[in-house]
Antibody, heavy 120, light 108 residues
Framework: EVQLVESGGGLVKPGGSLRLSCAAS????????MNWVRQAPGKGLEWVSS????????YYADSVKGRFTISRDNAKNSLYLQMNSLRAEDTAVYYC?????????????WGQGTTVTVSS | EIVMTQSPATLSVSPGERATLSCRAS??????LAWYQQKPGQAPRLLIY???TRATGIPARFSGSGSGTEFTLTISSLQSEDFAVYYC??????????FGQGTKVEIK
């Protein structure tokens, strides 16, 4: 079964840091581009960041550029999102999503999400 | 940035009726348009990609159409499990890749 499982969310103070992880199983992780998408409470979906299969190409939304870093470890079938200088507006459910073959951001498999709350 | 605008924000439909959801892009995205369904407390699920191709396991009552800037998702006969929020998403060439604000399909 194809599966993505996020972890690492929690409560953090403004200005703090968190590292999200996404464990992939059931498919050849190293062959797929991956994404992070977030959803603030009661709001819609927002693309956050993308990384190509070999980490050659990385993209960020302007709202997180310079503060978040996406990375992956193909040997561990894992995707990461290092989040620094967190703000209240970063509060959201963060989803890890696989990109369909030969695309970067057509997201065909999603994890269940991990919740990040930024509050003092 | 390509802005995706969905209408209506909320659609009230009776079970068995047809639902038509619209999505407009601020510039042409060819057919690089996907539709997702999201139920409360769940992750989004891919329904349609390439504007009109159903994803694996998606029932035939879901259909998509359009190209360029105007797109439509049609649910031919609403079932109880179809009441949810639907998002369109453009995955055209360059970032940022954007979503519409969502259409909530509720029971009339």
């Amino acid at each position: 079964e194809v599966q993505l499982v996020e972890s690492g969310g929690g409560l953090v103070k403004p200005g703090g840091s968190l590292r999200l992880s996404c464990a992939a199983s059931g498919f050849t992780f190293s062959s797929y581009n991956m994404n992070w998408v977030r959803q603030a409470p009661g709001k819609g979906l927002e693309w956050v960041s993308s990384i190509s299969s070999s980490s050659s190409y990385i993209y960020y939304a302007d709202s997180v550029k310079g503060r978040f870093t996406i990375s992956r470890d193909n040997a561990k079938n894992s995707l990461y999102l290092q989040m620094n200088s967190l703000r209240a507006e970063d509060t959201a459910v963060y989803y890890c999503a696989r990109a369909a073959a030969r695309t970067l951001t057509l997201m065909d498999v999603w994890g269940q999400g991990t919740t990040v709350t930024v509050s003092s | 940035e390509i802005v995706m605008t969905q209408s209506p924000a909320t659609l009230s439909v009776s079970p068995g009726e047809r639902a038509t959801l619209s999505c407009r892009a601020s510039q042409s995205i060819s057919s690089n348009l996907a539709w997702y369904q999201q139920k409360p407390g769940q992750a989004p699920r891919l329904l349609i990609y390439g504007a009109s191709t159903r994803a694996t396991g998606i029932p035939a009552r879901f259909s998509g159409s359009g190209s360029g800037t105007e797109f439509t998702l049609t649910i031919s006969s609403l079932q109880s499990e179809d009441f949810a929020v639907y998002y369109c998403h453009q995955y055209n060439n360059w970032p940022p890749w954007t979503f519409g604000q969502g259409t909530k399909v509720e029971i009339k």
